[in-house]
Structures are given as structure tokens and as C-alpha cells.
């Protein structure tokens, strides 16, 4: 059976990427750090290695030059970044480091699905969408039902599945937030904006997706007293949407 490793440190993206290679026949190992993935890799041979490149402490960038200097580590798999960050540069950068493929961040999950069939060769089943255009046990917004087109191939019980366990997270987000904006933990504040502004368009939350990216950007040029402002008003909006989603 194929093994992948997932290196993520983002639990609602982590969950994302669960739920949607649940189905296949593979086995998913998930590290949250390079640390992590590269124990994972002394433990035995993957097929392919599935990287963010925002990571805490080092970087995806940092995981795949150490396998280019020890290509024994990862032996023939195939190395794909999972990543919001593709700029050009980047791209370019990852190219010269043998990356297989680059996939943006929020993808959907068909596009997933088809990138982790062809790396490891597996050979997709032809199945009706019986999810999709199935009314939802509650009446979706306009673009919660865009996003459940656009990354959740038209499944609405996936992305009220996924929803549901994106506003338990966001509780966790929000101590992990208010703890790096009290000691001005910019790096952190940076990781928890860069992940967020996924998640949440992944949501069809396109406002606060935006303030996810303002958060990071702040942080990313050491804006102490910006960020602070920006994730005030990203925690606002978090406690906006847990409240609103909160069962009834």
C-alpha cells in the first residue's frame, strides 16, 4: 500500500487533507515539523512527500534542500508542496530542488485527489458525485455554497463536516493567538494568520481570510503594533463565525 507523508503543522488543514484521502487505499502519516517528517522518513520509505513550506522552526524550503543533499532520506518519492506562499520566486526556487509538483492552497479536493493518484499510481474509481447538489440540512450563504463548489467538489456533507471541525479548532486558534500576541510573538502570529487566511476561504469566508493575510503580511514585515491590531479583528471575526456556527 502507498504511504504519504503529510508535513503540516495547521490542524484544520490537516483534517482537510485527511477527509479527503480517507477513501483511498494509502496510508497518510502526518508530521507537524521537519523534525518530525524526517523521523518519520528514518522509519521506513514513503511514495510521496507532501509539504507546506511555512512550518515551525524550519522551513518546507529547509526540508527539501536537506533532501537533496541526502537523497537516501527519501529514496524515489516524489516531493509536492501544499503551500499559499507560490510566488514566482518561490516557484522557481522549488523547481531547481526537483519539486514534482506545486499545488496553492485552498485547492480543492478533486485536484488533491488527482495529484496524490498520479504520484503514487493509483488508478482513480469512476463514482457518482451522490453528494453533490443534495439539499443541506442547513441553508448555506451564497459563498459557502461557491466554496462547496469550488474545494469540496459539490459535496455539501464534506464541507459542513470539515466546518464543524474547523470552529473547534478555531477555539485553539485563538489561545494560540492571543498567547504569541501577548509575549509579540510576530513569528507565530505570522504561522496562525498564513494558515487561517486558507482555511477560512476554504470556508467561503472571504473577509476574514482577508484579515488572516493582513495579519501575516503585518507580521511578515515586523509591524509589532499592526499585527496586534490586525489580530484583534481576526479573533473578533473568529468569535463571530464559532458563535453563528455553534449548534442550536
Known amino acids: 500500500m502507498p504511504r504519504v507523508l503529510l508535513i503540516e503543522d495547521d490542524a484544520s488543514i490537516q483534517r482537510f487533507v485527511e477527509f479527503a484521502l480517507e477513501e483511498m487505499p494509502l496510508d ?9 517528517a524526517l523521523g518519520l522518513l528514518a522509519q521506513g520509505p514513503v511514495d510521496l512527500i507532501l509539504t507546506d513550506l511555512m512550518l515551525p522552526g524550519e522551513s518546507g524550503i529547509d526540508l527539501l534542500e536537506h533532501l537533496r543533499q541526502h537523497p537516501e532520506v527519501a529514496g524515489a518519492a516524489r516531493a509536492v508542496v501544499f503551500s499559499a506562499g507560490l510566488t514566482v520566486p518561490i516557484q ?28 503514487v499510481g493509483l488508478t482513480s474509481a ?30 455539501t456533507a464534506f464541507f459542513l463536516l470539515y466546518r464543524g471541525t474547523c470552529v473547534t479548532q478555531f477555539a485553539k486558534d485563538i489561545v494560540t493567538g492571543d498567547q504569541a500576541a501577548a509575549t509579540l510573538d510576530l513569528m507565530g502570529l505570522r504561522r496562525l494568520g498564513h494558515s487561517l487566511k486558507t482555511v477560512l476561504q476554504t470556508l467561503g469566508e472571504a473577509a476574514a481570510s482577508q484579515q488572516g493575510k493582513a495579519l501575516e503580511l503585518a507580521a511578515e514585515q515586523a509591524d509589532g503594533h499592526t499585527s496586534l491590531l490586525y489580530w484583534t479583528e481576526l479573533k473578533a471575526s473568529l468569535q463571530a463565525l464559532m458563535q453563528r456556527l455553534q449548534p442550536r
Not at 28 to 33: D, K, R, V, Y
Open 28 to 36: 497518510l502519516l502526518i508530521a507537524g515539523s521537519v523534525q518530525e
Open 92 to 119: 522557481a526556487q522549488l523547481q531547481a530542488l526537483g519539486v514534482w509538483r506545486m499545488l496553492s492552497k485552498p485547492i480543492s479536493v478533486m485536484d488533491l485527489i488527482a495529484c496524490v493518484e498520479e504520484a
Open 126 to 155: 469512476t463514482e457518482d458525485d451522490t453528494n453533490a447538489g443534495k439539499a443541506p440540512s442547513e441553508t448555506l450563504s451564497p459563498a459557502e455554497v461557491a466554496a462547496v463548489q469550488a474545494h469540496f467538489n459539490g459535496d
